[in-house]
C-alpha cells in the first residue's frame, strides 16, 4: 500500500516569511495528490489537488504545490505567510483507480506576528 | 449540496463496553466512506475505508471493526473497548475531486 511522508511536523516561522512543506509518498505509479488544512477548532478542507497536466498547482490563499515524478514529491509552498496560516497541513494520496485515501502525519505550523 | 453527519461528537465509555459511531452521507450516491483516527504527532490514521455495501476494507487489525448497511451509511464499532482505544474519529467521503470530513467523535474510553 501507498504510504506518505512529511518531515518536520514542528514549523515555527515569522510572519512574511517562506513556507516549504515537503510531502513524499511511496508508490511508483499514477497518483493524484492532495494538500489539507486544519485551523485551529475547524475541519479539514482542501488547499489544493493535484490529478494531472501542469505540475505547478496553485490553491486557495496564496498557495502551491509541485508534483515531481522522479521524486516522488508534492511540496507545498507559500511565498510569505500570515499569522492567520497557522494551522495543521495534511498531504495525501490515492492512487489511480484505487480507492485507499492515505494522509501523512501532518505538519503543524505556527506564524508568529 | 452533500454533506456528512457524523455523531456523537463526543463520548465517554468504560473499558469493556461496546462503541457504536455513526456516519451519514446526504445528497450523493455510492459515495466512497472513510473512518480515520487523528492523534497528535501521527496526523490521520486510516481505518476502514468502504467502496459499496457491504464492502469493507480494514487497514490496522485491532479492536474495532466497521459496517456499511446502507449505501450513505457507515458504521464503526467495537464489542469491548480498550483504553487504547480512546481518540478522536474522523468519517469522511470522497467523490473523485476530493474527501469531506464530518465533524469529528472525541472518544474518551475510563
Known amino acids: 500500500a501507498q504510504s506518505v511522508s512529511q518531515h518536520n511536523h514542528h514549523v515555527i516561522l515569522s510572519e512574511a516569511a517562506s513556507l516549504e512543506l515537503g510531502c513524499n509518498y511511496s508508490y511508483g505509479g499514477t497518483v493524484n495528490l492532495f494538500w489539507y488544512v486544519q485551523y485551529p477548532g475547524q475541519h479539514l478542507q482542501l488547499l489544493l489537488k493535484y490529478f494531472s497536466g501542469d505540475p505547478l498547482v496553485k490553491g486557495i490563499k496564496g498557495f502551491e504545490a509541485e508534483f515531481i515524478k522522479s521524486k516522488f514529491s508534492f511540496n507545498l509552498r507559500k511565498p510569505s505567510v500570515q499569522w492567520s496560516d497557522t494551522a495543521e497541513y495534511f498531504c495525501a494520496v490515492i492512487i489511480y483507480g484505487n480507492n485507499r485515501l492515505a494522509f501523512g502525519k501532518g505538519n503543524q505550523v505556527v506564524v508568529i506576528p | 449540496s452533500q454533506t456528512i453527519h457524523q455523531w456523537p461528537a463526543t463520548l465517554v465509555q468504560p473499558v469493556g463496553s461496546p462503541l457504536s459511531l455513526e456516519c451519514t452521507v446526504e445528497?450523493?450516491?455510492?459515495?466512497?466512506l472513510y473512518w480515520y483516527r487523528q492523534a497528535a504527532g501521527r496526523g490521520l490514521q486510516l481505518l476502514f475505508y468502504s467502496v459499496g455495501i457491504g464492502q469493507i476494507s480494514s487497514e490496522v487489525p485491532q479492536n474495532l471493526s466497521a459496517s456499511r448497511p446502507q449505501d450513505r451509511q457507515f458504521i464503526l464499532s467495537s464489542k469491548k473497548l480498550l483504553l487504547s482505544d480512546s481518540g478522536f474519529y474522523l468519517c469522511?467521503?470522497?467523490?473523485?475531486?476530493?474527501?469531506?470530513f464530518g465533524q469529528g467523535t472525541r472518544l474518551t474510553v475510563v
Open positions: 445528497g450523493t450516491s455510492n459515495p466512497n
Open positions: 469522511a467521503w470522497r467523490s473523485r475531486e476530493e474527501a469531506f
